[in-house]
């Protein structure tokens, strides 16, 4: 029979690990339930290592009280036990290891120096080599005010995201001081917050801040992980993002960062990764947790021996270990409570709700603390509802608490506009927050995350310029980055100066914006899209770290109108609540305030003859035109808001027929993604024609 992983006894107290300074002191604690002796050592300005014995619990916290440490001090751990790779023991003291708890990290990763806890000619030989100048460091904080809570919180059906990446939005910002650019100063500078104030955003979403590192492979190209998905360290944020130092400076620069946000009125949501560490698969260097029990904190194969991976990172952080599940829950407080944060975003969210087995278990204990946990479950949390591995894709299933990244949204709404869907049936459905996936168990339109283009895949504008990835600066011969980019470069591939096919790209690009920002749900602009960056056609520009991924403030012109029209749009959605329903739509009649109908619905649809459209309609293949009208049921407003959007993906203009009677009495175009002047200003009276240009969206102002 197979051997399985041993469910280790959690901290009985979590509140002791890490390193916290004291009235004379600090106190150390370290949960390493397996090993049989932890030295605390303390690294000296002159490199000099001062080793501590801990005193071991019986929870398997080791904890220690040393005298004379300050601010700054900079720490590791050296773990020993069994080395017995075939009961997930790798044990290996030559390894100086990072504490989980870590509030700060100092120093970088030797790629050359010893950081396998292996030899060379095996992966199961221990490695006697010392990593101490190889490795990061961690640094005793010292406890700061927390930031400027927001005033008030965003209501979910308010927010419009912002995903962009702390380096890469500033680090060739014109106005930030050039000291200051790809670091969170930076990020607080007020120009910058001004741009995303005036363009409409309510929270900005960061790529990762957890302190990462990067993979020996990317390293050995001469290249560096970007992104940030690769964890080091879940309670320091990212020290190269710190523009003043690295010995707790960042702990305070960050805190600054978000005070400047909440005072803004923005919120602050952060992506994270706990499904798996930089520490890669058991073949991988050993910093931190494999080093404190391989089996305590990573799944593993039955056999014991090897990484049990469903991220594609090379290893799975398991969370069916309470002492583990507990440190993602410390983690998330910290960031909240001492942090400041709003929300999270979790990657690849469904390994954080494997069992035991590693089989799906969607009320896991993870959900239930995201429930009730008094701190958690007032965040806004989001999923990434998949991972690699058996039965990983899971949308729609994260229950009532979640908002979900909407993959079929971003699927879908491509693929009509580039003409490659039959009919309109499903772009009914996703323009109503997608019921057929969420509308269910009391789950409301909020549920989906719509969005067009994300950190993963091409931008925006490479979206109608590329047909192709063109991934040849990732070194690995265009091999990487997915194939299905369902894009059309609208007739050549890559940047070109005809005009023609430049009005289709900008047009095409609007198209998607705005389908995505007026839809309901919860949109999410991807950083620059909104002013046509590009990265050439890379579509997996993680380990880009260069002027490929970052923002150019300095765009070219012609772009500008993308800017205007994502602003006006995001606009009108912030004027009309009829874009915000918080519940569902299923076509209810509209009553007055005294309860009586008014002949109208809060949802119908028309396809361009005077009438609501047809069971045939619905069901055409070949139809490229939809009309959505949508009006406002809240009697206690007494609001007669309403609005009419179509939708046309043909290539040629078409005419509809403006819905009368009770629908309305005349409409105004308040917004389009056509040419300026392609169409009238002037009021249209209802029931009568309007030419609606190809490959369009427009917004009707019902009056």
């Not at 107290?13 to 600090?26: I, Q, V």
């Not at 690294?43 to 019986?58: A, F, M, P, S, V």
């Not at 400047?260 to 698969?281: F, R």
């Not at 470069?489 to 940047?495: K, S, T, W």
Request: charged share 20%; hydrophobic share 35%; with cysteine.
């Amino acid at each position: 029979m197979s051997p399985t992983p041993a469910i280790l006894p959690p901290p009985a107290d979590s509140s002791c690990l890490g390193a916290r300074l004291t009235g004379d002191g600090a106190r150390f604690g370290l949960w390493a339930p397996r090993a049989s002796r932890v030295e605390l050592v303390l690294i000296g300005e002159d490199k000099t290592q001062r080793n501590i014995d801990l005193t071991r619990g019986h929870d398997g916290v080791w904890l220690g009280q040393v005298r004379g440490v300050t601010a700054g001090q900079r720490y590791g751990y050296r773990v020993h036990g069994g080395w017995a790779p075939h009961s997930g023991a790798r044990f290996n003291p030559a390894k100086l290891l990072l504490d989980p708890y870590a509030r700060a990290i100092t120093g970088g990763v030797d790629y050359r120096g010893p950081i396998l806890d292996h030899t060379e000619a095996s992966d199961y030989e221990p490695d006697p080599r010392d990593s101490f100048n190889a490795v990061p460091l961690g640094v005793v904080v010292a406890d700061t005010p927390p930031p400027t809570p927001l005033a008030s919180p965003v209501p979910l059906a308010e927010t419009v995201l912002y995903e962009l990446h702390v380096k890469g939005f500033t680090r060739l910002h014109p106005a930030v001081p050039e000291h200051l650019r790809g670091s969170y100063a930076g990020l607080a500078y007020p120009a910058v917050i001004e741009h995303l104030k005036e363009l409409g955003v309510t929270s900005v979403e960061l790529l990762p801040v957890h302190h990462f590192v990067s993979e020996p492979f990317l390293i050995t190209r001469g290249l560096s992980n970007y992104w940030g998905y690769n964890t080091l360290g879940f309670f320091a944020p990212h020290s190269a993002y710190g523009s003043v130092g690295t010995l707790g400076q960042q702990v305070t620069e960050f805190k600054d960062m978000v005070s400047a946000y909440h005072e803004a009125g923005i919120e602050v949501i952060l992506d994270v990764v706990y499904n798996h560490t930089g520490e890669g698969g058991h073949e991988g260097p050993t910093l931190s947790f494999r080093g404190l029990d391989h089996s305590g904190y990573y799944r593993l194969t039955d056999d014991l021996r090897t990484d049990y991976d469903v991220t594609g990172c090379g290893n799975s952080v398991d969370t069916a270990q309470p002492g583990v599940l507990q440190l993602v829950a410390d983690s998330l407080r910290y960031w909240v409570t001492e942090m400041g944060v709003d929300g999270f975003r979790f990657d690849l969210v469904t390994t954080l709700v494997r069992d035991e087995r590693h089989q799906v278990d969607l009320h896991h204990p993870f959900q239930q603390l995201l429930r009730t946990d008094p701190v958690l479950s007032r965040t806004k949390i989001i999923a990434e509802p998949w991972d690699l591995g058996p039965y990983g894709y899971q949308v729609g299933a994260f229950g009532r608490r979640w908002s979900e990244w909407n993959d079929r949204f971003r699927n879908y709404v491509r693929d009509f506009w580039r003409g490659n869907t039959s009919g309109v049936a499903e772009m009914g459905q996703r323009l109503t927050g997608s019921p057929d996936i969420f509308d269910h168990h009391g789950r409301r339109p909020t549920a989906s995350v719509n969005f067009v283009t994300a950190h993963d895949g091409f931008t925006l504008r490479d979206v109608v310029t590329y047909n192709v990835k063109h991934n040849g600066a990732n070194g690995e011969s265009n091999r990487d980055g997915t194939e299905d980019n369902r894009s059309w470069n609208c007739g050549v591939e890559g940047e070109t100066d005809d005009p023609v096919i430049m009005a289709l790209r900008h047009r095409q690009a609007g198209n998607m914006l705005a389908t995505m920002i007026l839809a309901a749900g919860v949109p999410m602009i991807t950083a620059g899209d909104e002013r046509g960056r590009t990265q050439q056609g890379n579509n997996n520009a993680y380990c880009q770290d260069s002027p490929l991924s970052w923002m150019h403030w300095d765009v070219e012109e012609d772009w500008h109108n993308l800017h205007d029209l994502t602003r006006r749009l995001l606009r009108l959605r912030r004027e009309h609540p009829v874009l915000r329903r918080s519940r569902f739509r299923h076509g209810e009649p509209v009553l007055d305030s005294t309860g009586a109908p008014t002949g109208r619905k809060n949802l119908a649809w028309f396809g361009g003859a005077e009438t609501e459209m047809t069971s045939h309609e619905w069901h055409d293949p070949h139809r490229r035109t939809l009309g959505v009208y949508l009006a406002d049921d809240h009697t206690d407003r007494d609001s007669d808001d309403a609005l009419l959007i179509w939708l046309h993906g043909g290539p040629d203009p078409v005419q509809v027929t403006l819905p009368d009677g009770s629908w309305a009495t005349t409409y105004t175009v308040v917004a389009h993604t056509g040419r300026p002047g392609e169409l009238t200003e002037d009021k249209v009276p209802a029931g009568s024609r309007l030419w609606i240009p190809g490959r369009s969206v427009v917004v009707l102002q019902v009056d």
